[in-house]
């Protein structure tokens, strides 16, 4: 049976919870290769709660050291594109500092791997991913617009190189397709411990623009399904309405039924946690032609919007153009995977609703 603990935390006395963390799910340690696989999603503070804070990278980081790790890398390949972006990145989010000369850009060495999936027939992986001894995921509770929340399992999609997420996004359209093909990218390296920063969480339009919630806790466990259902449970989601958390049921990764998980500490719903309104999982008959007729999309925020551009690099299919007021979005070929919302760090992307019969009308 799989197994979560959950810790009470705060990021001042995190290294205890760490602690029991190892002691609970023990891997060896000793002398091997380690990759922790910190959640930077882009260039934001700590105090925005957007990335892995970077207390909980630290304590891992000591944690290993005292168990006698061999190479110890501190890594990921964040949303953004330009030369240096991941540096800069993990250097704002106050990550490279903790890591030091451990970083590890894990954009810098591809190698081609073949995965089994739908959308492609091989993905370009992290050598650094496939290569380590130990694979630690340090995933962060939010919600995602696209895919309701983003965990240890959403974590792993940052193991791509290059404009492969991009591709996939492309590829793999609409909620159902892209949480399959999160599950293949998945599946290609599993970690061997996930460890979720809980303490402060976000709801509402994560995985960057949503609203902070004071949770005070950290989750582990040595199988990212069961860890991620109990997120989902905490945030008063059913783990199965979770796209993601059900097709990595579906295909044996771990279970999404809270009743085949042991769970040592107390899981609590957190009240009247927001998770995003995208029309995702709605039951009804009526619910499903509300969530057809009423189409969430992105909008920009002028007022807010700094002109960075990063909307524009983040759009996979191009539907995203810079003018002297702003971005401007072609709805025609939006897909709607809202990576601009994701990678917009001042708020300017926003998602809203808007009617398809008015929007025909007006063609």
């Known amino acids: 049976m799989a197994r979560v603990s959950i810790y009470q935390a705060d990021y001042d006395h995190i290294d205890d919870a760490v602690e029991r963390a190892f002691n609970a799910f023990a891997v060896p340690i000793g002398g091997r290769s380690c990759l922790v696989k910190p959640n930077i999603l882009g260039a934001v503070a700590p105090d925005r709660h957007v990335n892995t804070h970077p207390s909980l990278v630290r304590a891992v980081i000591r944690a290993l050291e ?8 501190v890594g990921d390949n964040s949303g953004m594109s330009a030369y240096g972006s991941s540096e800069h990145a993990a250097r704002t989010a106050g990550i490279l500092d903790v890591a030091g000369n451990r970083y590890v850009n894990l954009g810098a060495s591809p190698v081609r791997t073949a995965v089994t999936s739908a959308f492609a027939a091989d993905l370009a992986f992290s050598r650094e991913v496939l290569d380590a ?52 990218v998945f599946q290609v390296r599993r970690p061997d411990l996930s460890i979720l920063d809980a303490v402060v969480a976000m709801e509402g339009q994560g995985p960057s623009g949503g609203r902070l919630r004071e949770v005070g806790r950290i989750l582990a466990s040595d199988n990212a399904v069961a860890l991620d259902s ?36 107390a899981l609590e719903v957190i ?55 702003g971005p401007v979005i072609d709805y025609s070929k939006c897909i709607r995977c809202f990576c601009c919302h994701e990678m917009c760090r001042y708020g300017a992307m926003d998602l809203s609703r808007r009617m398809r019969i008015i929007r025909s009308l007006g063609r």
Do not use: W
């Open 66 to 73: 005292r168990r006698s790790a061999g190479r110890i890398m």
């Open 133 to 184: 001894d130990v694979l630690i995921s340090l995933p962060k509770m939010k919600t995602h617009v696209a895919t309701l929340i983003t965990g240890a399992v959403k974590n792993s999609y940052g193991h791509l190189v290059g404009g492969e997420k991009s591709r996939l996004h492309r590829e793999a359209v609409g909620a159902e397709n892209f949480a399959a093909a999160v599950v293949d």
């Open 230 to 265: 109990c997120m989902a449970a905490m945030m008063g989601l059913a783990p199965r309405r979770v796209p993601v958390l059900r097709i990595a049921e579906e295909r044996g990764l771990g279970p999404a039924d809270l009743e085949q998980i042991e769970i040592d500490g």
């Open 271 to 325: 009240p009247r946690f927001k998770v995003p309104g995208i029309g995702m999982g709605l039951g009804t008959f009526f619910a499903r032609i509300g969530a057809h007729v009423l189409v969430s999309q992105p909008a920009v925020r002028y007022p807010k919007c700094v002109r960075c551009g990063s909307c524009v690099k983040a759009c996979p299919v191009t539907a995203i153009t810079m003018t002297a007021r």
